[in-house]
Nanobody, 122 residues
Framework: QVQLVESGGGLVQAGGSLRLSCAAS????????MGWFRQAPGKEREFVAA??????NYADSVKGRFTISRDNAKNTVYLQMNSLKPEDTAFYYC?????????????????WGQGTQVTVSS
């Protein structure tokens, strides 16, 4: 069992920055795959970024702007979002894969946080 609690969402103007946090319990984030996904109204859930023991993966739409990282001492995963665009507006979810995948596929993740809203205004 993995519990994930997200925070850090909010309102920001285009070009601004936010840092999302995902505090995990039940498993060490260093030992599993951790990902961020987002879902905008009327759209499918979309891969954003993931990290595991081997490295990181990023969606093309956020590469160069977003950074996923882990603080193992705090058992927390972060998503630093810079140069935000209105197209980034979505509900953002943290997810955990106990088998260690840093997958782009949502169905590879067994545990999900409650989500946090990110709204980017123009």
């Amino acid at each position: 069992q993995v519990q994930l609690v997200e925070s850090g969402g909010g309102l920001v103007q285009a070009g601004g920055s936010l840092r999302l946090s995902c505090a995990a319990s039940g498993r060490a984030v260093s030992s599993i795959g951790m990902g961020w996904f987002r879902q905008a109204p009327g759209k499918e859930r979309e891969f954003v970024a993931a990290v595991n023991w081997r490295g990181t993966n990023y969606a093309d739409s956020v590469k160069g702007r977003f950074t996923i990282s882990r603080d193992n001492a705090k058992n927390t995963v972060y998503l630093q979002m810079n140069s935000l665009k209105p197209e980034d507006t979505a509900f953002y979810y943290c997810a955990a894969c106990p088998f260690g995948l840093a997958s782009i596929q949502p169905n590879h993740y067994d545990y999900w946080g409650q989500g946090t809203q990110v709204t980017v205004s123009s």
